[in-house]
Structure formats: structure tokens, C-alpha cells
């Protein structure tokens, strides 16, 4: 089932949404396949969202022995007035607290 990753920026955590559920976190390791997905379309409030359809992959306030396993790469940026993200699909994301988004790497395939 497809879920939808984003930042809630009010309460400073993350939302995973599909239409069965919402869980909120404050960080989420996305262990898997994933895909960006733009509204820009919408008229009164343009969005990005990270998009999975593995909900086993999704790994909410993961510990740290788990993130010691992979390698920050990049980050993941959204340009919220151009309605873009700068990259648009891969593998392993980690949603940090602090409200940023990192690219991993596992660190047995570097």
C-alpha cells in the first residue's frame, strides 16, 4: 500500500500517511525502495512527499545501532517554491529530528 512520508513542521515530527492509518515520528529510517512524488497542481498549497509501497520497510524512531549501519551520502532537499526535490527515487533514507533527509548508503556496499 502506498504511504506518504513528509514533515510536519508545526509539531517539528514526521507523518507517514496511507489511507488506513497516520503514524507520527520523530525520526523514520526507510529501509528500501522509495520515490518522490510533487502536488504542484494544488491551489492553495503545493506539496512533496516521499512516497513507499513497502510499509515493512518503514522503521519509525530507529535505534542507533540500526543508523550505524549505513553512510550519510546526500540530502535530500525540497525547493518548496519550485515544488522539486533534487533527487526523485532511490534506496535507504533516513528522516532525521532535526527535520532533515539524508540518502544512505549500507556501509558493506561501499
Known sequence: MKCKIHRCNCRKTWSIQNRKMKIIA??????????????????????????????????????AELLRQFKTATKLLYNKNRVEFNINSGKFLWFAENGSCYLLNRLDEV
Open 26 to 63: 520523530k525520526s523514520i529510517l526507510l529501509n528500501g525502495e522509495w520515490v518522490t512524488e510533487v502536488k504542484p497542481d494544488r491551489r492553495l498549497n503545493p506539496k512533496g512527499f516521499v512516497i513507499t509501497n513497502s510499509t515493512q520497510d518503514i522503521i519509525t524512531d530507529p535505534p
